[in-house]
């Protein structure tokens, strides 16, 4: 897996790619413990290059919600493959984590570009 950042406005885009399985969990939760450690609590998470998950993988994407939104922030996910976004449907995880169709719409929604 894949992890790529990029600071829009007040949100940090990841740009994530190849499949999320055990080994790269390690790796994201670092990456989200960091952003967060530096007070980023907007965070978007592109999942387009994503073409799988386990539940696993989904977890450190959990725990920077819970973060992020401690701190006021909130978490978004933008454009997930078929098989993640069922994944989000079936943990109901789409009921507290906001899904939208491109990073655009992402950063137009309330609040996301505000510094």
Known sequence: MKIE???IGASIVLRL??????????????ELDR??????????FDLSEVPYTTSTGLAPIVKACGGAERDHGFV???????????????????????????????LASEDAGAE
């Open 76 to 106: 978004r996910v933008v454009n997930p493959q078929p098989s993640v976004e069922e994944l989000f449907y079936l943990s109901k995880l789409d009921t507290v984590i906001d899904i939208f169709p491109t990073v655009e719409e992402a």
């Open 5 to 7: 950042t990029e600071k």
């Open 35 to 44: 952003l967060l450690e530096q007070g980023h609590n907007k965070l978007i």
């Open 17 to 30: 790619s190849g499949r999320i399985e055990d080994e790269g969990v390690e790796s994201l939760t670092e």
